[in-house]
């Protein structure tokens, strides 16, 4: 593709945000803060803007990506046949990282969603985004603004370093306060079903709605980051206990990068080695920020400890997944 020149804009600037906004308007890509992670934007009832995301990032047309909009007032502009209980969620978890799952409206490009009959839906919960809907009226189509299958960006310098060149701008609104990407809930069938785990969980939705929620263990809709290797570094990356991975230390003939979780006296000092929160929420905002840092140490492998395997850290256990490669 041609070469883009890729500005670097300010989120704190209203002159910045003018200039993001006439290159969405115009057909431009402009990666854009969430509060989840960076997305790589563009307005998202222009077909051929929707198409150079696709290029850009690498990402085969046949996977749909999300709509970002800014209230639940828009809903009907984007889908039909909304359940009530959409509206029930929107008005306890948006702006937020919920992706709604509903029927498209026809007049949706089919290019947003891959073809498919449904769309994934949400309102971010960041500042400038929010101007940037509100003032163009617009929706934009936004997948994480990353190489297709690699690391999701949390920060703006590692979207520029990832996408200059291929992109008009990126708008830097400071690092992502969650750091993971949204729960995508399916609303088209006759069960809740949440098809990407994410911060918001099948037990808060179920105490909101009242409603049970079915998390498929494997399944084969076409959603955001449902293949199985995603969420990559290019070094290679495993996840094993503490117990294998201090016992592969010494003996590694090349730097071995480790991520734990949680600090302990047994852990040795190394450039080379990350330490963890043990907050769920504090552990994922740091998570992609962690191994994209390794990443660039250019280590023989990154080793990660796993983390709790409970329902609440089931998103970061499903990026793990993804991520790794079997030991």
Same mark, same amino acid.
């Given at each position: ?15 910045? &945000? ?9 057909? #431009?890509?402009? +990666?854009? !803060? ?13 077909? @051929?803007? *929707?198409?150079?995301?696709?290029? $850009? ?38 702006? #937020?990282?919920? @992706? &709604? ?6 007049? *949706? ?8 009959? +449904? ?9 400038? &985004?929010?101007?940037? &809907? ?8 936004? !997948? ?11 920060? $703006? ?47 808060? =939705? ?10 498929? *263990? ?37 730097? *071995? ?42 280590? +023989?492998?990154?080793? =990660?400890?796993?983390?709790?395997? @409970? ?17």
């Amino acid at each position: 593709m041609l070469t883009r020149k890729t500005q670097l804009l300010s989120a704190e600037h209203k002159d910045d &945000l003018d200039v993001a906004l006439e290159i969405l308007l115009k057909g #431009g890509l402009v +990666s854009v !803060p969430t509060e989840t992670v960076y997305g790589l934007a563009a307005n998202a009832k222009n077909s @051929t803007a *929707v198409k150079s995301i696709f290029t $850009a990032k690498g990402r085969p047309a046949s996977h749909p990506l999300i709509v970002h909009i800014a209230g639940a007032d828009q809903l009907s502009e984007w889908a039909i046949d909304i359940p009530p209980v959409a509206y029930v969620l929107a008005e306890r978890f948006w702006p #937020g990282p919920l @992706t &709604l799952l509903l029927k498209k409206s026809p007049e *949706v490009p089919s290019e947003v969603t891959a073809g498919k009959a +449904s769309i994934g839906l949400r309102v971010p919960a960041h500042s400038a &985004l929010l101007q940037l &809907l509100k003032r163009g009226k617009i929706g934009v189509a936004a !997948p994480s603004a990353n190489p297709y299958k690699r690391l999701s960006p949390t920060s $703006a310098s590692q979207v520029y370093a990832e996408l200059q060149g291929k992109i008009d701008a990126v708008l830097d609104g400071g690092p992502c306060e969650v750091g993971l990407e949204s729960t995508i809930l399916d609303l088209t069938g006759e069960q809740l079903s949440i098809l990407r785990e994410g911060p918001i969980t099948a037990q808060q =939705i179920a105490e909101l709605t009242g409603f049970s929620v079915n998390i498929p *263990v494997a399944h084969d809709i076409a959603v955001p980051g449902n293949v199985a290797e995603h969420y990559q570094p290019r070094t290679p990356l495993y996840v094993g206990t503490r117990e294998q991975i201090l016992a592969r230390l010494p003996n590694a003939n090349e730097p *071995v990068a480790c991520v734990f979780y949680v600090d302990t006296a047994q852990i040795p000092v190394s450039p080379y080695i990350r330490c963890l929160p043990e907050s769920k929420p504090a552990y994922a905002q740091a998570l992609y920020d962690t191994l994209y840092r390794l990443d660039h140490l250019h280590a +023989s492998a990154i080793w =990660i400890e796993q983390p709790p395997q @409970t329902a609440q850290w089931g998103d970061v256990n499903d990026r793990l997944r993804r991520a790794a490669l079997p030991i």
